[in-house]
């Protein structure tokens, strides 16, 4: 029977860890958010974007690597259980600069 709990506790805690930031599915943003700025205005947004997706895109992979470390010694995924997972905002981020370039694209704007 300990073993039945052992097993199950294990696989919760598996299922649990953080994504590494190339493994999550990007936010599906419409394009049409973007296509009302001009090509100047899109390519600082998609700077900054970039930017902003590179630093959460490093904490997630931090988050998953501490959830790895975790799991090993204690047996439980700690970045994730203390809010480490970033998860949502790595999505979020790659649906912004997919709907940038997208906008960039349709309006024929210069590849920055």
Same mark, same amino acid.
């Given at each position: ?5 052992? =097993?199950?506790?294990?696989?919760? +805690? !598996? /299922?649990?860890? @953080?994504?590494?930031?190339?493994? #999550? ?31 959460? =895109?490093?904490?997630?992979?931090? +988050? !998953? /690597?501490?959830? @790895?470390?975790?799991?090993?010694? #204690? ?38």
């Amino acid at each position: 029977m300990k073993i039945r709990y052992a =097993s199950l506790a294990i696989l919760l +805690a !598996a /299922t649990s860890c @953080a994504k590494r930031p190339d493994a #999550i599915v990007p936010v599906d943003i419409p394009m049409a958010a973007y296509t009302g700025s001009s090509c100047p205005v899109l390519a600082a947004e998609l700077v900054k974007e970039q930017q902003n997706l590179a630093t959460v =895109s490093k904490q997630q992979n931090d +988050a !998953a /690597t501490g959830d @790895a470390v975790g799991v090993f010694l #204690i047996g439980v995924p700690t970045s994730s259980t203390f809010g480490g997972d970033k998860e949502g905002q790595v999505a979020v981020s790659k649906g912004k600069v997919q709907a940038i370039q997208n906008a960039m694209r349709s309006k024929n704007c210069a590849a920055g």
